[in-house]
């Protein structure tokens, strides 16, 4: 299923970044939303937050490094334990900002562009041509 907008959804990032106004305007409410869902507090990444019941997701993750696949199921275990315990990690091993990048979204966006070239095979048409013998 394609949400609208694409596997990742709706961004107007690109927009937002263009114009300086908006961005000083939108930046501080991004970082406090950030602040407030505590991913980062247990040691998550954006892109570990994603659905993986989703085929696009599941083709990424199949597809990511072998480092970064274990790294991933590090990070989701500590999680899982840190609310078990309900406790967060130690301010140390929180994740910076700048470890925080999207390292699933180019692997999706590449299972989205294969689907969408595989769908665009899919509707050819092929006609028959006949030519009457002579």
């Not at 130690?90 to 990048?101: A, I, L, M």
């Not at 966006?109 to 095979?121: D, G, L, P, Q, T």
Request: glycine share 6%; charged share 35%.
């Amino acid at each position: 299923m394609v949400l609208l907008g694409g596997p990742l959804g709706i961004s107007l990032a690109p927009y937002i970044t263009k114009n300086p106004g908006l961005h000083r305007i939108v930046k501080p409410l991004a970082n406090a939303f950030i602040n407030a869902s505590g991913y980062r507090k247990v040691g998550l990444r954006y892109d570990d937050l994603l659905m993986e019941e989703r085929e696009d997701v599941q083709k990424a993750l199949s597809r990511l490094p072998e480092k970064e696949g274990y790294d991933r199921a590090f990070r989701m275990r500590r999680a899982f334990q840190c609310d078990l315990m309900r406790r967060q990690l130690p301010k140390d091993q929180w994740t910076k900002p700048e470890e925080d990048v999207r390292y699933l979204a180019p692997f999706i966006a590449e299972v989205a562009k294969e689907n969408a070239e595989r769908e665009e095979w899919d509707a050819i048409e092929v006609k028959v041509v006949r030519k009457p013998f002579a």
